[in-house]
C-alpha cells in the first residue's frame, strides 16, 4: 500500500476541509452530551433531595408510636438495689420498696464421674421425665442423731463442731439438745443455717412393752423408801413399812398424772409432758424444747419394785434421754459440717442437705415431658445433650470440681427463676422392664421423696414490699404490683423508685421534628429555587414533583387533626410550631411547655396514629395509610373463640395412667395437616386426682418442643361440674385440639366419646362497614374508609361494643407521605429511574452518531481525495501546456 498525503499535488488542504465539515456533522453530539449532563445533574439533586427526605423521616420515628408520648421515667435512689421501667398506665410518685430475698433458679448436682463419656448403667432403656412446680411444707437441711451418752457428763468440746466453716461456741456445759441448738442459732447470721432441737421423748420401754407394764409394786416392808423423779419433778415416793401393793405400782402413777394437782403442775413448769399409761407400759415424758430429760429413782434401804424390777431388790435406778438436732438451710443449699468431733453433736462430718417432710406439686404452666436414655446415650454427655435437646425448662452441664479422681459432676438448673421451678425427675422403665438401676440413682430426685441429687441453690421467689404491701414475684421483676411499673430487684435492701412524665424525651422528640424538616425544607430551596445574586437557579426548578412535595408538606402541616373527640390539641400551633415567612418551622418552647404541663395526653393524638375506644374490651392495635380519620361505630355479630375438648363425663375421684402411656397431640392443625402441629406425648404412670390430672396433661403438651417453637399452647382446667376441658389458648378458627391414643391409657378412658370443637374467628364491621376477622381481631375490608383499621375485640358482648376514634398526627401523616416518595415504589425512585434511562438512551444515540460520523468522514476523504487527484492531474497536464506554448513561442 502506497504513502498517502491528501492535498500534496494539488496544494488543496483535503484535512482541513473534512475537518472543518465533520466538525458541522458533529454539532448534534455536543447536544446530546449537554442534555446527558442536565439529567445526571436532576439525578444527583433527587439523590440530594431523597436523603434530606430520609432524614427527615427518621426524625419522625419517636414520634408515630402512641407510646412514645405516654413514656415515664423511673429513677431509682439505689440502683445496686433496685431498677425498674413505667409504661403509659403508671401514675406519677415515689415508691418505696424492701427487698428481702431476690429471685433465683434451682440447681441440682450429681455425684462425681470419672469421665464425662463414661459409659453409666448397662444401656436399658429408661425414660426420664422432668416436671416443674413447688414445693410445700418441711425444710431442707440435715436431721441429727440423739447425743452420745459421752456429751451428759463432759459436754461438747470447743472446736468439736463447725458449720458452714464457721466453729460453734460449745464447751463441758453443753450437754443437751436445746443448749446445741442455741450455740447454732447464735452464729446462723454467719452460717445461714439454724437449728432445732427435736423434742425429747424417754424411752418406750421405760414402762414396759407390747401392752404389759414392767413396772412392778414398790414394797418398802423391809424398812426402806423410794421415790420416782422425772425431769426432777417428784411424781412418786413411799415411806418405810408398805407392803407392795399397797403402795406405789403402775395405777399409782396413772392416778397421780391423771388428775390436776402439784405433779402434773410442777412437770407443766418444767415443759415436760406425757402421754400412755404406766398400766399397759406406754408411759413417755416428753420435752417439745429438747432438754434432757432425766428419770431417777432414789432407794434407800430394803426396796423392791420399781422401773423393770418385779420383786427383786432396786438398789437405784438413773438414765437421761436425749434429742438431737436439726440443721435448716436458710438459703436451701447443702450444709459443710465439720470440727473435730462433729459426732459429738450427732452430726456427721461432710456436706449433705435434702428435703425433709415436703411435698412437690407440679406447676401445670410449666411444660414437662419425657427423654429416652439408653445404650446410645448412656453417659454424662449423653444425658446431658438429650435434656438441652428436649428443652423442658431445665438447662443441663458437665463441670469438672478438679479432683483427682471422678471429678465431673452433671449439672441441672431451671431455665427460669421461682419457686414454681422446682425441679421433680422421675425414672421410670419401658416394656414392663424397671429403669436402669445406675440411671436411677443419678437422676432421681423428688424433694417428697428421694433425693439423688444434691440441691445447690434453692428455687426462690423475689419477696419484697412495696409501699407497706408485701408482694412476690417468681423472677427478678415485679410487675403487676403496681399498675404501669416493673421493678427490677438486684439485691437485698431498700430503695424507692420515682416515677415522672418523661417530658424531657417528648421535648426533644418535637424539637429534632422542627429541626429535620427546616434541614429539609433548606435541601428543597436548594435544589429548586432560584438565588438573585449569584443568579443561579436549583437543578429542579420548576419541578412537579418537588413542587408537589414541597404543597404536601405544607398543607399537611397547616391543616388541623380529624377524628379526636375530646382532645383540646388539634393543631401544631397549640404546642408552639409555626412556620416562618422563609418556610421554615419554629418553635415556641414555652407554649410546648405549657401544652405539656396541662393537655400531656392529649400530645400523641397531634403526631401519633390514635385510636381510642369506648368500650375497654376493644382496643385499637393497628392501621395503615388508607385508614381515614374519624369515629366509628363497632358491631359486633360473633365472638371469636377458642378449639376445645371436654370430657364426656365428670373425671373419678382419682385416675391411673398407666406405664407407656402416648398420645398423639394435634393442635391449632391446618388443612392439610402440617407436621409442625403434631407432637407425641407421653404421661407418667401414676393415679392421679382431677386437678392433679389436669396440670399433668397441660404441662406435658406445653412441653412438646415443636409447639413451644410455634407458640402454641393449652390450659387444662377442671370444670365446675367435674368434667376435665381441654383448649387452645390461641382464638380463633385456626384454633383447634385433637388428642388420639397410642399406647397405655386410652384417650377414650379419660374423654368418653367428647368431640372437639373447633374455634371460630370474630366477626362484625367498624362504621358499618364490612371487617375481616382473624382470631380476636377485627380488621377493616379494603375500599371503605375504615380499611386497614384493627381492633382486637374481647369480652363476651354481642352487638354494639361503642366507637373507635381514629385520627392520623402530623407526624404519622409526614411518615407515610414520605414513604411515597421514598423506597422501590415511591416518587423520586421512579422519576430518578426515568431520568437514569434518558442518560442511557442519550448514550445510546450518541454511540451511533459517533459511528455514523465514522461513515461521513470516509465518505468526504473519499469524495476529498478523487478531487485532490483531480486536481493534481490537471495541474500537472497545465504544467506541461505552458512548457509547451512557451517552446512555440520561443
Not at 454427655?381 to 471422678?406: E, H, L, P, Y
Amino acid at each position: 500500500m502506497g504513502i498517502s498525503s491528501p492535498g500534496i499535488g494539488s496544494n488543496l488542504d483535503v484535512n482541513g476541509i473534512i475537518s472543518k465539515l465533520m466538525a458541522v456533522e458533529a454539532a448534534p453530539v455536543a447536544s446530546i452530551d449537554k442534555k446527558s449532563a442536565s439529567y445526571l445533574a436532576k439525578v444527583t439533586a433527587f439523590g440530594t433531595l431523597s436523603g434530606a427526605l430520609s432524614t427527615f423521616q427518621s426524625s419522625l420515628s419517636s414520634l408515630t408510636s402512641l407510646s412514645s408520648f405516654q413514656a415515664f421515667t423511673a429513677t431509682s435512689s439505689n440502683s445496686d438495689i433496685l431498677s425498674g421501667t413505667a409504661t403509659s398506665k403508671a401514675q406519677a410518685g415515689t415508691y418505696k420498696v424492701d427487698i428481702s430475698q431476690v429471685a433465683q433458679a434451682q440447681t441440682l448436682a450429681s455425684g462425681g464421674y470419672s469421665k464425662p463419656t463414661s459409659t453409666i448403667g448397662l444401656g436399658g432403656k429408661t425414660t426420664i421425665n422432668i416436671s416443674l412446680g413447688t414445693v410445700a411444707g418441711g425444710s431442707f437441711g440435715l436431721t441429727g442423731a440423739a447425743l452420745g451418752t459421752g456429751v451428759l457428763t463432759g459436754g461438747i468440746t470447743p472446736g468439736a463442731l463447725s458449720i458452714n466453716n464457721t466453729a460453734i461456741a460449745t464447751d463441758s456445759g453443753t450437754r443437751s439438745a436445746k443448749l446445741l441448738a442455741d450455740a447454732i442459732n447464735a452464729k446462723s447470721a454467719t452460717t445461714g443455717v439454724s437449728a432445732k432441737a427435736e423434742a425429747t421423748r424417754t424411752a418406750e420401754t421405760l414402762f414396759g412393752a407390747a401392752g404389759a407394764t414392767s413396772y412392778g409394786a414398790v414394797d418398802t416392808s423391809g424398812g426402806g423408801t423410794y421415790s420416782l423423779s422425772i425431769a426432777g419433778v417428784e411424781i412418786a415416793s413411799q415411806a418405810a413399812g408398805v407392803a407392795a401393793g399397797a403402795g406405789v405400782d403402775a395405777a399409782a402413777i396413772d392416778s397421780v398424772l391423771g388428775g390436776s394437782n402439784s405433779v402434773t403442775q410442777a412437770l407443766a413448769n418444767a415443759n415436760i409432758t406425757f402421754s400412755g399409761s404406766a398400766a399397759d407400759g406406754t408411759l413417755r415424758f416428753s420435752n417439745a424444747d429438747g432438754s434432757n430429760i432425766a428419770v431417777v429413782e432414789t432407794v434407800s434401804g430394803g426396796v423392791t419394785g420399781g422401773i423393770g424390777n418385779s420383786g427383786t431388790a432396786n438398789t437405784g435406778y438413773s438414765s437421761t434421754a436425749t434429742s438431737s438436732v436439726s440443721l435448716l438451710s436458710s438459703t436451701g443449699t447443702q450444709i459443710t459440717v465439720g470440727g473435730s468431733n462433729p459426732a459429738a453433736a450427732g452430726l456427721t462430718a461432710g456436706l449433705g442437705g435434702t428435703y425433709q417432710g415436703a411435698a412437690f406439686t407440679q406447676d401445670g404452666s410449666r411444660s414437662s415431658g419425657n427423654i429416652v436414655i439408653d445404650s446410645t446415650n448412656n453417659t454424662l454427655q449423653g444425658i446431658r445433650d438429650a435434656i438441652n435437646k428436649a428443652n423442658f425448662g431445665v438447662t443441663a452441664s458437665i463441670i469438672s470440681d478438679g479432683s483427682a479422681t471422678n471429678p465431673n459432676h452433671l449439672v441441672l438448673t431451671s431455665s427460669a427463676t421461682g419457686a414454681n421451678s422446682n425441679m421433680r425427675i422421675t425414672v421410670s422403665g419401658s416394656g414392663g422392664d424397671p429403669a436402669d438401676a445406675a440411671i436411677e440413682a443419678l437422676l432421681a430426685y423428688d424433694p417428697g421423696g428421694v433425693q439423688n441429687l444434691s440441691q445447690k441453690t434453692a428455687a426462690q421467689d423475689t419477696l419484697a414490699n412495696v409501699n407497706g404491701i408485701a408482694v412476690t414475684s417468681h423472677s427478678t421483676s415485679i410487675s403487676g404490683a403496681v399498675e404501669g411499673l416493673t421493678f427490677a430487684a438486684q439485691k437485698v435492701g431498700s430503695a424507692s423508685l420515682t416515677v415522672a412524665k418523661d417530658t424531657a424525651t417528648l421535648t426533644s422528640s418535637i424539637n429534632g421534628f422542627v429541626k429535620a424538616y427546616n434541614e429539609l425544607s433548606t435541601q428543597i430551596k436548594s435544589v429548586s429555587g432560584y438565588d438573585p445574586e449569584t443568579k443561579q437557579a436549583g437543578q429542579l426548578l420548576g419541578d412537579s414533583t418537588v413542587q408537589n412535595l414541597q404543597a404536601s408538606l405544607r398543607r399537611q402541616l397547616t391543616g388541623s387533626i380529624s377524628g379526636l373527640s375530646g382532645s383540646k390539641l388539634t393543631t401544631l400551633s397549640q404546642v408552639g410550631i409555626a412556620f416562618q415567612k422563609d418556610g421554615t418551622l419554629t418553635l415556641d418552647s414555652a407554649k410546648l411547655q405549657k401544652a405539656i404541663t396541662n393537655n400531656f395526653g392529649d400530645i400523641a393524638g397531634l403526631f401519633a396514629a390514635v385510636g381510642r375506644s369506648t368500650d375497654a374490651e376493644v382496643s385499637f392495635t393497628g392501621s395503615t395509610s388508607a385508614t381515614k380519620a374519624g369515629d366509628y361505630l363497632v358491631q359486633v355479630t360473633r365472638l371469636a373463640s377458642q378449639g376445645t375438648l371436654t370430657s364426656a363425663a365428670a373425671l373419678p375421684g382419682s385416675t391411673t395412667i398407666a406405664d407407656d402411656t402416648v398420645w398423639t397431640v394435634k393442635l391449632n392443625d391446618s388443612v392439610p395437616t402440617t407436621s409442625s402441629n403434631t407432637a407425641s406425648i407421653r404421661l407418667t404412670a401414676g393415679t392421679y386426682t382431677p386437678q392433679d390430672l389436669a396440670t399433668l396433661l397441660q404441662a406435658s403438651i406445653n412441653g412438646a418442643s415443636n409447639f413451644k417453637d410455634a407458640g402454641s399452647t393449652v390450659e387444662v382446667t377442671v370444670n365446675d361440674d367435674g368434667t376435665l376441658k381441654v383448649n387452645s389458648t390461641k382464638y380463633g378458627s385456626k384454633s383447634n385440639i385433637a388428642l388420639t391414643s397410642d399406647t397405655g391409657t386410652s384417650v377414650a378412658s379419660i374423654f368418653g366419646g367428647a368431640t372437639a370443637t373447633d374455634g371460630v374467628d370474630v366477626a362484625g364491621t367498624i362504621g358499618g362497614f364490612s371487617a375481616t376477622g382473624d382470631g380476636q381481631t377485627l380488621t377493616g375490608g379494603p375500599g371503605a374508609p375504615v380499611e386497614g383499621l384493627k381492633l382486637e375485640v374481647k369480652g363476651d358482648t354481642l352487638g354494639s361494643r361503642g366507637t373507635i376514634g381514629f385520627s392520623q398526627g402530623y407526624a404519622y401523616q409526614m411518615d407515610t407521605l414520605a414513604k411515597s416518595f421514598l423506597g422501590a415504589n415511591g416518587i423520586i425512585t421512579g422519576r430518578t429511574k426515568g431520568m437514569n434511562d434518558t442518560v442511557k438512551d442519550l448514550a445510546k444515540q450518541k454511540d451511533a452518531f459517533n459511528a455514523k460520523l465514522v461513515d461521513i468522514e470516509a465518505r468526504y476523504r473519499k469524495q476529498y481525495s478523487a478531487l485532490d487527484t483531480a486536481l493534481s492531474s490537471m495541474s500537472t497536464t497545465a504544467a506541461f501546456l505552458t512548457q509547451q506554448f512557451a517552446k512555440m513561442n520561443a
